[in-house]
């Protein structure tokens, strides 16, 4: 069946340290995209990505970055430089064909720095 | 003004219930509108797109407003397995990215 794919389901990290979440996907989207959770709020975007090789700064890229080496895969790093990094990471994709595509998204990661 | 607001409840109903509300965005240039379940610690699923006629999914039914800027989700008979945050989804602008509403809490209750 296809889908996207996180893992891990959860990570614990230390303060200082850089974390790097994974999200493959086998549905042969061209649009891929980073969003982060927090309690009470709605997701807000990270990053996101159009092509392989191309991606884009969302709301709240501080302290993120990102890669899309392959149509598959498009990982999201958390840096040292992220203020609040605890939080629900949810990967998504869809066709990327113009407007009016709903998101298919992944299970998330649960991300929690001590 | 947030891009996309909705009630956050919780909106508690007894089995069999209708329950309804609604989430107001503020680009008027928005063409495409979705709702999303979510359940507790999990990952948003679609629920439905929402059409310019309205359209209906079993129990639930969706009407965009495009007036006075908001779409609706009516939920008929309620079920236990309805309680979840419903979340609201707006294209904001005329590239690629979706705005998400914090979400509706709904309880379904025996």
């Known amino acids: 069946d296809g889908g996207i794919t996180q893992s891990p389901k959860y990570l614990f990290r230390k303060e200082g340290q850089n974390v790097t979440l994974s999200c493959e996907q086998n549905l042969n989207h061209d649009a891929m995209y980073w969003y982060r959770q927090d309690p009470g709020q709605g997701l807000r975007l990270i990053y996101y990505?159009?092509?392989?090789?191309?991606?884009q700064k969302g709301d709240i890229a501080e302290g993120y970055s990102v890669s899309r080496e392959k149509k598959e895969s498009f990982p999201l790093t958390v840096t040292s430089a992220q203020k609040n990094p605890t939080a629900f990471y949810l990967c998504?994709?869809?066709?990327?064909?113009?407007?009016?595509?709903?998101?298919?998204f992944g299970n998330g990661t649960r991300l929690t720095v001590t | 003004r947030k891009e996309v607001e909705q009630d956050p409840g919780p909106f508690n109903v007894p089995e069999g219930a209708t329950v309804a509300f609604n989430c107001t965005y503020s680009?008027?240039?928005?063409?495409?509108f979705f709702w999303y379940r979510q359940d507790c610690r999990k990952e948003p699923k679609l629920l439905m797109s929402?059409?310019?006629s309205g359209n209906e999914d079993g129990r639930f039914t969706a009407q965009l407003n495009r007036a006075s800027q908001y779409i609706s989700l009516l939920i008929r008979d309620s079920k236990l397995s309805d309680s979840a945050t419903y979340l609201c989804v707006v294209d904001s602008s005329n590239d690629y990215k979706l705005s998400f509403g914090a979400g509706t809490t709904v309880t379904v209750r025996a």
């Open positions: 680009n008027s240039a928005s063409q495409s």
């Open positions: 990505s159009q092509i392989v090789n191309d991606f």
């Open positions: 998504a994709s869809n066709p990327g064909q113009g407007r009016g595509s709903p998101l298919h």
């Open positions: 929402v059409y310019s």
